[in-house]
């Protein structure tokens, strides 16, 4: 007879006695689960009782001075994130303005902890914007004096080395108000025009050049209180008081240019943001770094507001064109009339097979997905293949294998000859199993065309690659 299924239902059933010696028992040596159990009784006291425990665990990260390894960061921002949900639920309804100074000092954590072990993953920055994300939605109820809370922003901001605070000012807007608003600008203002501190040069000692040193220094304070003064801007609805954060070169970069245009519209000003916009687009430049989908997708959204159809159209077709793109494809055949959209279709499949790189191309039947298509290239451009884009060729080989073996097959042997022709010896596994994969897809093939069959295509790799004995031990 079958145990009883490990759900709640059937774990209420054991009574709270059984119940808690099997949580002690699943604690025991476990800090981190402790600390846990801990905190849910802590809660079930109160908010003073919980409040109390949050702060004794936040000194004591604070407090922390050994490296926290990749294992013990995952614990870390586990248990984070578990804080912040403990003070959304048990102490956010009742004291809202102690969950926010609980939710503050989790916020004021980061630097010691980003100091203590290495966030590439940006598993810390995650927690911390989680942490930003409860105090906007917590900003409404709060109490806090605006230009006292203003003074709290301005200076976690200015201190702030791992923007931990970079959403500060937009997550509590609607706390600050006006006054608290007008104070933060007032801040910002002041700070551009006062003297370097010791504080502001001490963050570039490393810089021995004395001269060098203040003007980093002047620079990276003069950022901050620019990009306070836009947060202001932005909360006020002022949207010239954000756009004068840049200069006029600035706003044509394509990092910026999308975000100015978009405040320009979301202010009623479409023939500004198109303006805007169209000095920022690269023209006949092909260079992805300045040719962005973020600029597209600004350009059209100021065609649009416009009423500029047939511009809109051109501008879809002309990014299909350029970057292969699906669903520009798509919204420029939904604004075709009968009969166009077919021709057009077809005109997109030529584009699509005449594409170069075709590892692009392949990649736009992927993300389509059109499967056929992603045949009929593979079959006709085999050679051209790249065998190290194995993030798209190894998808579209499994997509492809039931309904197109022979395209999947050719796949896999792109990937198969760039690890033993490159002697990546780190993908040999790879690569056998690919040869494996080949094998199984043999019956399938009643007509390999002008390529290889499986039985010469293995010949010829047995040939070439003799000596790599590594991969063909991974194969037996």
């Known amino acids: 007879m079958a145990g009883k299924a490990l759900n709640k239902k059937n774990l209420l059933e054991l009574g709270a006695d059984t119940l808690a010696d099997l949580l002690l028992e699943a604690v025991k040596g476990d800090a981190a689960r402790q600390r846990r159990v801990r905190m849910a009784l802590s809660a079930d006291l109160g908010p003073e009782a919980i409040t109390a425990d949050l702060r004794k665990r936040f000194a004591s990260i604070r407090r922390g001075r050994s490296f926290i390894s990749r294992k013990a960061q995952k614990k870390l921002a586990q248990e984070l994130a578990e804080l912040t949900t403990l003070i959304e639920t048990s102490i956010a309804p009742d004291a809202p303005d102690a969950a926010f100074d609980l939710l503050w000092a989790q916020l004021q954590l980061a630097a010691s902890i980003h100091e203590r072990t290495d966030d590439s993953w940006g598993t810390i920055g995650d927690v911390m914007r989680e942490a930003m994300a409860a105090i906007g939605r917590l900003a409404p109820r709060l109490g806090n004096n605006p230009e006292v809370l203003a003074d709290s922003v301005f200076e976690a901001i200015s201190d702030d080395g791992y923007g931990a605070f970079d959403h500060a000012i937009p997550a509590l807007a609607e706390a600050l108000g006006s006054t608290g608003l007008f104070r933060l600008k007032a801040l910002a203002e002041a700070a551009c025009e006062a003297?370097?501190?010791?504080?502001?040069?001490?963050?570039?000692?490393?810089?021995?050049?004395?001269?060098?040193?203040?003007?980093?220094?002047?620079?990276?304070?003069?950022?901050?209180?620019?990009?306070?003064?836009?947060?202001?801007?932005?909360?006020?609805?002022?949207?010239?008081?954000?756009?004068?954060?840049?200069?006029?070169?600035?706003?044509?970069?394509?990092?910026?240019?999308?975000?100015?245009?978009?405040?320009?519209?979301?202010?009623?000003?479409?023939?500004?943001?198109?303006?805007?916009?169209?000095?920022?687009?690269?023209?006949?430049?092909?260079?992805?770094?300045?040719?962005?989908?973020?600029?597209?997708?600004?350009?059209?959204?100021?065609?649009?507001?416009?009423?500029?159809?047939?511009?809109?159209?051109?501008?879809?077709?002309?990014?299909?064109?350029?970057?292969?793109?699906?669903?520009?494809?798509?919204?420029?055949?939904?604004?075709?009339?009968?009969?166009?959209?077919?021709?057009?279709?077809?005109?997109?499949?030529?584009?699509?097979?005449?594409?170069?790189?075709?590892?692009?191309?392949?990649?736009?039947?992927?993300?389509a997905p059109d499967l056929p298509l992603a045949a009929e290239l593979t079959e006709a451009r085999s050679e051209e293949i790249d065998g190290d884009a194995y993030e798209v060729l190894t998808q579209l080989a499994d997509a492809l294998a039931t309904g197109h073996p022979l395209a999947a097959v050719l796949l896999w042997r792109a990937m198969i000859d760039f690890a033993l022709g490159s002697a990546r010896s780190g993908r040999y596994g790879h690569a056998a199993r690919h040869l494996m994969d080949c094998a199984a897809a043999d019956a399938e093939i009643l007509d390999y065309g002008m390529h290889l069959s499986n039985a010469d295509y293995l010949e010829a790799l047995r040939k070439a690659h003799a000596r790599k004995s590594a991969f063909w031990e991974r194969l037996r």
């Not at 879809?316 to 970057?323: I, Q, T």
């Open 195 to 367: 003297p370097l501190s010791k504080a502001d040069l001490a963050r570039y000692e490393f810089i021995s050049d004395r001269d060098a040193r203040a003007e980093r220094a002047l620079a990276g304070r003069n950022r901050t209180a620019e990009m306070i003064l836009q947060d202001v801007a932005d909360a006020e609805g002022d949207v010239d008081s954000w756009l004068a954060q840049y200069t006029p070169e600035q706003l044509t970069y394509s990092t910026i240019a999308p975000s100015a245009a978009t405040r320009l519209l979301a202010a009623g000003r479409p023939e500004d943001a198109l303006r805007l916009i169209e000095t920022a687009l690269p023209g006949d430049s092909v260079d992805p770094w300045f040719d962005t989908p973020e600029l597209d997708e600004a350009h059209f959204a100021c065609l649009e507001a416009l009423g500029r159809k047939d511009d809109l159209r051109a501008a879809l077709w002309s990014r299909f064109e350029r970057r292969l793109c699906p669903d520009a494809l798509r919204r420029h055949l939904k604004m075709l009339p009968d009969f166009e959209d077919i021709e057009a279709a077809d005109a997109a499949r030529r584009i699509v097979l005449a594409y170069k790189p075709v590892e692009k191309a392949l990649a736009y039947c992927l993300q």
